[in-house]
Protein backbone atom coordinates (compact mmCIF):
# COMPACT_ATOMS: atom_id res chain seq x y z
CA UNK A 1 0.00 0.00 0.00
CA UNK A 2 1.63 3.68 -0.87
CA UNK A 3 2.18 5.88 1.91
CA UNK A 4 -0.25 8.85 2.24
CA UNK A 5 1.75 11.96 0.64
CA UNK A 6 1.82 13.48 3.49
CA UNK A 7 3.52 10.69 5.10
CA UNK A 8 5.93 10.68 1.89
CA UNK A 9 7.23 14.02 2.17
CA UNK A 10 7.63 14.40 5.77
CA UNK A 11 10.08 10.89 5.36
CA UNK A 12 11.75 12.35 2.21
CA UNK A 13 12.76 15.71 3.84
CA UNK A 14 13.92 13.86 7.03
CA UNK A 15 15.94 11.21 5.55
CA UNK A 16 17.36 13.69 2.61
CA UNK A 17 18.86 15.76 5.32
CA UNK A 18 20.89 13.13 6.80
CA UNK A 19 23.58 10.46 5.48
CA UNK A 20 24.70 7.35 5.36
CA UNK A 21 28.46 6.39 6.69
CA UNK A 22 30.52 6.84 3.67
CA UNK A 23 31.91 3.01 3.78
CA UNK A 24 29.47 1.83 6.56
CA UNK A 25 31.96 -2.23 6.95
CA UNK A 26 29.70 -4.71 9.18
CA UNK A 27 26.89 -1.90 9.65
CA UNK A 28 26.12 -1.48 5.99
CA UNK A 29 23.06 -4.37 5.65
CA UNK A 30 21.67 -3.38 8.96
CA UNK A 31 21.59 0.12 7.39
CA UNK A 32 20.20 -0.24 4.34
CA UNK A 33 17.49 -2.87 5.76
CA UNK A 34 16.40 -0.58 8.01
CA UNK A 35 16.23 2.66 5.37
CA UNK A 36 14.26 0.89 3.49
CA UNK A 37 11.43 -0.05 6.27
CA UNK A 38 11.87 3.12 6.89
CA UNK A 39 10.77 4.21 3.63
CA UNK A 40 8.21 1.67 3.39
CA UNK A 41 6.11 3.24 6.95
CA UNK A 42 7.03 6.28 7.09
CA UNK A 43 7.23 8.41 9.49
CA UNK A 44 5.02 8.73 11.80
CA UNK A 45 1.38 11.19 11.66
CA UNK A 46 -0.85 11.89 15.00
CA UNK A 47 -3.63 9.46 13.47
CA UNK A 48 -1.42 6.76 14.05
CA UNK A 49 -2.62 4.07 16.97
CA UNK A 50 0.97 4.40 18.77
CA UNK A 51 1.38 8.21 18.34
CA UNK A 52 -1.94 9.65 19.19
CA UNK A 53 -1.66 10.87 22.49
CA UNK A 54 1.80 11.89 21.19
CA UNK A 55 2.01 14.62 18.52
CA UNK A 56 5.35 13.67 16.24
CA UNK A 57 5.59 16.88 14.39
CA UNK A 58 8.91 18.08 16.16
CA UNK A 59 10.42 14.38 15.79
CA UNK A 60 9.34 14.94 12.15
CA UNK A 61 11.07 17.79 11.69
CA UNK A 62 14.39 18.59 9.66
CA UNK A 63 15.36 20.81 12.13
CA UNK A 64 15.29 20.46 15.61
CA UNK A 65 13.67 22.89 17.41
CA UNK A 66 15.86 25.19 19.46
CA UNK A 67 16.36 23.83 23.32
CA UNK A 68 19.08 26.42 25.19
CA UNK A 69 21.11 24.33 27.72
CA UNK A 70 20.50 24.30 31.70
CA UNK A 71 22.79 25.33 33.86
CA UNK A 72 22.97 22.26 36.16
CA UNK A 73 25.81 23.80 38.48
CA UNK A 74 23.33 23.86 41.54
CA UNK A 75 23.63 20.45 42.65
CA UNK A 76 27.01 17.70 41.98
CA UNK A 77 27.19 15.36 39.03
CA UNK A 78 25.17 12.30 39.61
CA UNK A 79 27.11 9.16 40.55
CA UNK A 80 29.79 11.16 41.88
CA UNK A 81 30.90 8.98 44.41
CA UNK A 82 29.86 5.67 42.39
CA UNK A 83 33.20 4.15 41.05
CA UNK A 84 32.02 3.28 37.73
CA UNK A 85 33.92 3.52 34.46
CA UNK A 86 32.21 7.10 32.41
CA UNK A 87 32.16 7.25 28.86
CA UNK A 88 31.55 11.13 27.98
CA UNK A 89 29.24 12.35 24.85
CA UNK A 90 29.25 16.24 24.34
CA UNK A 91 25.91 16.37 21.98
CA UNK A 92 26.36 13.33 20.58
CA UNK A 93 30.07 13.57 19.69
CA UNK A 94 32.67 11.41 21.72
CA UNK A 95 34.83 13.49 24.35
CA UNK A 96 37.62 11.37 24.78
CA UNK A 97 39.59 13.32 26.88
CA UNK A 98 36.30 13.78 29.23
CA UNK A 99 36.19 9.42 29.62
CA UNK A 100 37.64 6.65 31.17
CA UNK A 101 39.69 4.37 28.95
CA UNK A 102 37.54 1.84 27.54
CA UNK A 103 38.76 -1.48 29.32
CA UNK A 104 36.95 -3.25 31.98
CA UNK A 105 37.35 -6.67 33.93
CA UNK A 106 34.70 -8.80 32.12
CA UNK A 107 33.78 -6.61 29.69
CA UNK A 108 34.78 -5.70 25.87
CA UNK A 109 33.93 -2.04 25.21
CA UNK A 110 34.22 -0.19 22.00
CA UNK A 111 32.98 2.64 20.02
CA UNK A 112 30.57 2.31 17.08
CA UNK A 113 31.82 5.14 15.37
CA UNK A 114 35.77 3.85 15.85
CA UNK A 115 34.89 0.37 14.50
CA UNK A 116 31.86 0.25 12.05
CA UNK A 117 33.96 0.30 9.27
CA UNK A 118 35.70 -2.91 9.97
CA UNK A 119 34.66 -5.87 8.40
CA UNK A 120 33.85 -8.11 11.44
CA UNK A 121 32.90 -7.52 14.30
CA UNK A 122 30.42 -9.28 17.04
CA UNK A 123 27.89 -6.49 17.34
CA UNK A 124 26.93 -7.49 13.74
CA UNK A 125 24.83 -10.08 15.50
CA UNK A 126 22.33 -7.60 17.29
CA UNK A 127 23.17 -4.50 15.33
CA UNK A 128 19.82 -3.33 13.82
CA UNK A 129 18.47 -6.97 14.54
CA UNK A 130 16.66 -6.32 17.64
CA UNK A 131 15.22 -3.19 15.88
CA UNK A 132 13.74 -5.23 13.23
CA UNK A 133 12.15 -7.50 15.46
CA UNK A 134 10.30 -4.95 17.17
CA UNK A 135 8.73 -3.35 14.18
CA UNK A 136 6.19 -6.23 14.92
CA UNK A 137 3.51 -5.44 15.19
CA UNK A 138 3.74 -1.87 15.91
CA UNK A 139 6.25 0.16 13.56
CA UNK A 140 8.75 1.92 15.36
CA UNK A 141 10.01 4.12 12.36
CA UNK A 142 12.06 6.49 14.47
CA UNK A 143 13.86 3.38 15.96
CA UNK A 144 15.06 2.14 11.92
CA UNK A 145 15.84 5.98 11.13
CA UNK A 146 17.94 5.22 13.92
CA UNK A 147 19.68 2.23 12.80
CA UNK A 148 20.76 3.72 9.52
CA UNK A 149 22.06 7.29 10.15
CA UNK A 150 23.39 6.57 14.10
CA UNK A 151 26.79 8.32 13.93
CA UNK A 152 28.13 7.04 16.96
CA UNK A 153 27.63 4.91 20.45
CA UNK A 154 28.86 2.48 22.66
CA UNK A 155 29.28 -1.51 21.91
CA UNK A 156 29.39 -3.05 25.45
CA UNK A 157 30.09 -7.02 25.40
CA UNK A 158 30.02 -8.75 28.69
CA UNK A 159 31.88 -12.11 29.31
CA UNK A 160 31.97 -12.09 32.86
CA UNK A 161 30.79 -10.32 35.74
CA UNK A 162 32.20 -6.36 35.01
CA UNK A 163 34.17 -5.05 37.95
CA UNK A 164 32.14 -1.71 38.16
CA UNK A 165 29.11 -0.27 36.34
CA UNK A 166 29.65 1.62 32.98
CA UNK A 167 28.30 5.01 32.85
CA UNK A 168 27.31 7.02 29.68
CA UNK A 169 27.63 10.22 30.39
CA UNK A 170 25.37 12.77 28.17
CA UNK A 171 26.56 16.91 28.11
CA UNK A 172 24.47 19.09 26.00
CA UNK A 173 25.70 22.33 25.51
CA UNK A 174 24.66 23.15 22.05
CA UNK A 175 21.35 24.69 21.26
CA UNK A 176 20.91 22.73 18.42
CA UNK A 177 22.24 19.92 18.64
CA UNK A 178 20.50 16.50 17.17
CA UNK A 179 22.09 13.81 17.79
CA UNK A 180 21.78 9.54 16.48
CA UNK A 181 23.14 7.16 18.87
CA UNK A 182 23.06 3.79 19.03
CA UNK A 183 24.36 1.30 21.83
CA UNK A 184 24.46 -2.35 21.69
CA UNK A 185 24.45 -5.24 24.82
CA UNK A 186 25.69 -8.38 24.31
CA UNK A 187 25.72 -10.54 27.73
CA UNK A 188 27.17 -13.78 27.28
CA UNK A 189 26.28 -16.88 29.51
CA UNK A 190 26.45 -15.98 33.45
CA UNK A 191 27.94 -12.51 32.61
CA UNK A 192 26.61 -9.68 34.11
CA UNK A 193 26.86 -5.62 33.56
CA UNK A 194 24.94 -2.43 35.07
CA UNK A 195 24.85 0.12 32.33
CA UNK A 196 24.16 3.91 33.60
CA UNK A 197 22.78 6.59 30.78
CA UNK A 198 22.89 9.93 32.55
CA UNK A 199 22.07 13.87 30.74
CA UNK A 200 20.37 15.13 28.41
CA UNK A 201 22.01 13.96 25.07
CA UNK A 202 21.03 17.03 23.15
CA UNK A 203 18.42 19.74 21.81
CA UNK A 204 16.63 16.64 20.12
CA UNK A 205 18.25 13.10 20.40
CA UNK A 206 17.22 9.91 18.95
CA UNK A 207 18.79 6.62 21.23
CA UNK A 208 18.58 2.84 20.58
CA UNK A 209 19.75 0.61 22.93
CA UNK A 210 19.40 -3.15 21.64
CA UNK A 211 20.35 -5.51 24.29
CA UNK A 212 20.79 -9.48 24.02
CA UNK A 213 21.23 -11.22 27.45
CA UNK A 214 21.78 -14.73 27.06
CA UNK A 215 21.10 -17.85 29.20
CA UNK A 216 21.43 -16.81 32.54
CA UNK A 217 22.81 -13.16 32.13
CA UNK A 218 21.95 -10.25 33.47
CA UNK A 219 21.88 -6.82 32.60
CA UNK A 220 20.86 -3.56 34.81
CA UNK A 221 20.12 -0.80 33.25
CA UNK A 222 19.38 3.18 34.80
CA UNK A 223 19.21 5.99 33.23
CA UNK A 224 18.38 9.72 34.45
CA UNK A 225 17.37 12.16 31.65
CA UNK A 226 18.29 15.52 33.16
CA UNK A 227 16.36 18.69 33.75
CA UNK A 228 16.57 20.70 30.55
CA UNK A 229 12.76 21.66 30.08
CA UNK A 230 13.17 22.43 26.20
CA UNK A 231 14.35 19.14 25.19
CA UNK A 232 12.97 16.92 22.49
CA UNK A 233 13.78 12.85 23.29
CA UNK A 234 13.31 10.09 21.65
CA UNK A 235 14.52 6.85 22.67
CA UNK A 236 14.28 3.21 22.51
CA UNK A 237 15.09 0.40 24.33
CA UNK A 238 14.77 -3.54 22.47
CA UNK A 239 15.88 -6.17 24.97
CA UNK A 240 16.03 -10.17 23.79
CA UNK A 241 16.12 -12.52 26.69
CA UNK A 242 17.65 -15.68 26.89
CA UNK A 243 16.80 -18.86 29.57
CA UNK A 244 16.96 -17.68 32.96
CA UNK A 245 18.06 -14.36 31.92
CA UNK A 246 17.36 -11.01 34.07
CA UNK A 247 16.70 -7.70 32.37
CA UNK A 248 15.71 -4.81 34.65
CA UNK A 249 15.63 -0.72 33.51
CA UNK A 250 14.32 2.19 35.43
CA UNK A 251 14.26 5.74 33.92
CA UNK A 252 14.00 9.13 35.80
CA UNK A 253 12.95 12.05 33.46
CA UNK A 254 12.44 15.57 35.02
CA UNK A 255 10.71 18.09 32.71
CA UNK A 256 10.90 17.99 28.96
CA UNK A 257 9.23 19.54 26.24
CA UNK A 258 8.51 16.22 24.75
CA UNK A 259 9.55 12.86 25.88
CA UNK A 260 8.83 9.63 24.20
CA UNK A 261 10.34 6.82 26.02
CA UNK A 262 9.91 2.76 24.04
CA UNK A 263 10.49 -0.47 25.89
CA UNK A 264 10.29 -3.26 23.44
CA UNK A 265 11.16 -6.72 25.49
CA UNK A 266 11.33 -10.20 24.15
CA UNK A 267 11.01 -13.12 26.01
CA UNK A 268 12.82 -16.19 23.95
CA UNK A 269 14.31 -18.27 26.83
CA UNK A 270 12.19 -19.85 29.83
CA UNK A 271 12.26 -18.77 33.37
CA UNK A 272 13.57 -15.21 32.10
CA UNK A 273 12.90 -11.91 34.05
CA UNK A 274 12.32 -8.65 32.99
CA UNK A 275 11.57 -5.43 35.06
CA UNK A 276 10.63 -2.33 33.21
CA UNK A 277 10.09 0.92 35.34
CA UNK A 278 9.80 4.60 35.12
CA UNK A 279 9.63 7.88 37.29
CA UNK A 280 8.63 11.10 35.41
CA UNK A 281 7.63 14.25 36.87
CA UNK A 282 7.22 17.64 35.64
CA UNK A 283 6.10 21.37 35.97
CA UNK A 284 4.54 23.11 33.22
CA UNK A 285 4.74 26.58 34.86
CA UNK A 286 8.12 27.69 32.50
CA UNK A 287 7.22 25.27 29.59
CA UNK A 288 5.28 22.69 28.54
CA UNK A 289 5.86 19.51 29.24
CA UNK A 290 5.06 16.01 27.71
CA UNK A 291 5.94 12.95 29.02
CA UNK A 292 5.09 9.76 26.93
CA UNK A 293 6.11 6.01 27.91
CA UNK A 294 5.43 3.34 25.47
CA UNK A 295 5.95 -0.24 26.56
CA UNK A 296 5.28 -3.74 24.47
CA UNK A 297 6.10 -6.80 26.04
CA UNK A 298 6.14 -10.13 24.42
CA UNK A 299 5.95 -13.25 26.31
CA UNK A 300 6.81 -16.41 24.08
CA UNK A 301 8.46 -18.93 26.43
CA UNK A 302 8.01 -21.03 29.92
CA UNK A 303 7.80 -19.69 33.26
CA UNK A 304 8.62 -16.03 32.77
CA UNK A 305 7.94 -12.65 34.76
CA UNK A 306 7.31 -9.43 33.71
CA UNK A 307 6.89 -6.26 35.42
CA UNK A 308 6.09 -2.64 34.33
CA UNK A 309 5.91 0.34 36.97
CA UNK A 310 5.12 3.62 36.02
CA UNK A 311 4.40 6.56 37.88
CA UNK A 312 3.93 10.24 36.90
CA UNK A 313 3.82 13.51 38.97
CA UNK A 314 2.53 16.41 37.05
CA UNK A 315 1.48 19.70 37.68
CA UNK A 316 0.96 23.39 36.10
CA UNK A 317 -0.76 21.68 32.64
CA UNK A 318 2.09 19.07 32.17
CA UNK A 319 0.75 16.01 30.24
CA UNK A 320 1.61 12.22 30.91
CA UNK A 321 1.19 9.67 28.59
CA UNK A 322 1.40 5.72 29.23
CA UNK A 323 0.63 3.04 26.28
CA UNK A 324 1.82 -0.41 27.88
CA UNK A 325 0.98 -4.09 26.09
CA UNK A 326 1.75 -7.43 27.93
CA UNK A 327 1.08 -10.11 24.42
CA UNK A 328 1.54 -13.95 25.62
CA UNK A 329 1.69 -16.26 22.56
CA UNK A 330 0.65 -19.35 22.62
CA UNK A 331 2.82 -21.79 24.63
CA UNK A 332 3.70 -18.99 26.75
CA UNK A 333 2.23 -21.16 30.08
CA UNK A 334 2.85 -19.98 33.55
CA UNK A 335 3.76 -16.71 32.35
CA UNK A 336 3.59 -14.12 35.19
CA UNK A 337 2.60 -9.99 33.83
CA UNK A 338 2.14 -7.34 35.78
CA UNK A 339 1.59 -3.72 34.66
CA UNK A 340 1.08 -0.62 36.75
CA UNK A 341 0.51 2.68 35.76
CA UNK A 342 -0.43 5.86 38.02
CA UNK A 343 -0.50 9.50 37.76
CA UNK A 344 -0.59 11.82 40.84
CA UNK A 345 -1.76 15.65 39.42
CA UNK A 346 -1.13 18.43 41.77
CA UNK A 347 -3.51 20.19 40.16
CA UNK A 348 -6.13 20.64 37.71
CA UNK A 349 -5.04 21.88 34.83
CA UNK A 350 -2.62 18.48 34.08
CA UNK A 351 -3.70 14.89 32.49
CA UNK A 352 -2.90 11.75 32.18
CA UNK A 353 -3.73 9.72 29.50
CA UNK A 354 -3.22 5.55 29.76
CA UNK A 355 -3.76 2.85 27.24
CA UNK A 356 -3.07 -0.52 29.34
CA UNK A 357 -3.56 -3.60 27.29
CA UNK A 358 -3.12 -7.23 27.31
CA UNK A 359 -3.52 -9.89 24.48
CA UNK A 360 -3.16 -13.72 26.01
CA UNK A 361 -3.22 -16.85 23.76
CA UNK A 362 -2.50 -19.04 26.69
CA UNK A 363 -4.75 -20.40 29.67
CA UNK A 364 -1.90 -20.85 32.80
CA UNK A 365 -1.01 -17.58 33.26
CA UNK A 366 -1.56 -14.40 36.10
CA UNK A 367 -1.72 -11.39 33.91
CA UNK A 368 -2.87 -8.06 35.25
CA UNK A 369 -3.09 -4.40 34.65
CA UNK A 370 -3.91 -1.50 36.00
CA UNK A 371 -4.10 2.64 36.11
CA UNK A 372 -5.17 5.02 38.47
CA UNK A 373 -5.08 9.14 38.62
CA UNK A 374 -5.37 10.96 41.44
CA UNK A 375 -4.65 13.83 43.07
CA UNK A 376 -3.14 13.74 46.87
CA UNK A 377 -4.60 12.37 49.42
CA UNK A 378 -6.64 14.76 52.01
CA UNK A 379 -6.54 12.29 55.15
CA UNK A 380 -2.81 11.82 54.38
CA UNK A 381 -1.94 15.63 53.79
CA UNK A 382 -4.43 16.41 57.03
CA UNK A 383 -2.38 13.17 58.67
CA UNK A 384 1.21 14.86 58.26
CA UNK A 385 0.12 18.23 59.16
CA UNK A 386 -1.83 17.66 62.47
CA UNK A 387 1.69 16.26 63.42
CA UNK A 388 3.69 20.12 62.85
CA UNK A 389 5.11 18.75 58.77
CA UNK A 390 4.39 22.11 56.97
CA UNK A 391 1.66 21.55 53.57
CA UNK A 392 4.98 21.86 51.01
CA UNK A 393 7.08 19.50 53.25
CA UNK A 394 4.04 17.29 52.97
CA UNK A 395 3.55 17.32 49.97
CA UNK A 396 6.98 16.41 48.98
CA UNK A 397 6.47 13.93 51.54
CA UNK A 398 3.92 12.26 49.63
CA UNK A 399 5.24 12.51 46.44
CA UNK A 400 8.39 10.92 47.43
CA UNK A 401 5.76 8.15 48.85
CA UNK A 402 4.09 7.59 45.83
CA UNK A 403 7.13 7.27 43.53
CA UNK A 404 9.00 4.97 45.62
CA UNK A 405 7.78 1.72 44.03
CA UNK A 406 9.40 2.83 40.72
CA UNK A 407 12.56 3.10 42.41
CA UNK A 408 11.97 0.59 44.67
CA UNK A 409 13.20 -1.48 41.10
CA UNK A 410 16.63 -0.53 41.21
CA UNK A 411 18.40 -2.99 43.04
CA UNK A 412 21.65 -1.14 43.60
CA UNK A 413 20.83 0.99 46.65
CA UNK A 414 24.06 3.30 46.28
CA UNK A 415 22.04 4.13 42.66
CA UNK A 416 18.63 4.40 44.39
CA UNK A 417 19.27 6.80 46.39
CA UNK A 418 21.13 9.09 44.24
CA UNK A 419 17.99 9.46 42.28
CA UNK A 420 15.72 9.50 45.49
CA UNK A 421 17.84 13.41 45.75
CA UNK A 422 17.98 14.54 42.83
CA UNK A 423 14.25 13.91 42.72
CA UNK A 424 14.25 15.89 46.19
CA UNK A 425 16.14 18.16 44.67
CA UNK A 426 13.94 18.82 42.09
CA UNK A 427 11.21 19.17 44.42
CA UNK A 428 12.70 21.76 46.11
CA UNK A 429 13.55 23.85 42.87
CA UNK A 430 9.76 23.24 41.75
CA UNK A 431 7.72 24.33 45.17
CA UNK A 432 4.66 27.21 44.78
Known amino acids: MALPEQKQDATHARVSALSLPAEGGWTRAARADALSRLNATGLPAPRDEYWRFTRPADLNAVEPPRAEPMDESDEPPLYEDLPALTVVFRDGVF ?3 ASDEL ?3 GVEISRLGAVQDADIHWAREVYGQLEARGQDPVTRPFAALNTAFATDGILIHATGRAARPINIAYLHEDAASDPILHHVVKVDDSASVTVLETGAVGARFNTVMEADIAGGGT ?9 NRERRANTHTFARLGARSVFKSFTLSLNGALTRNEH ?3 FQGDDAVAHVAGAAIGDGRIAPMHHDDTVFVTHDAVNCESRQVFKKVLKNGAL ?5 KILVRPGAQKTDGYQISQALLLDGDSQFLAKPELEIYADDVACSHGSTTGAIDDDMLFYLRARGVPE ?4 DLLVLAFLAETLAEIEDEQIAEALRQRLENWLDRHAD
Not at 219 to 227: A, E
Not at 320 to 324: D, E, K, M, T
Not at 392 to 395: E, I, K, S, V
Open 392 to 395: RRAT
Open 320 to 324: GVFQG
Open 264 to 266: VVE
Open 103 to 105: ALE
Open 95 to 97: DAD
Open 219 to 227: LHHVRSQGR
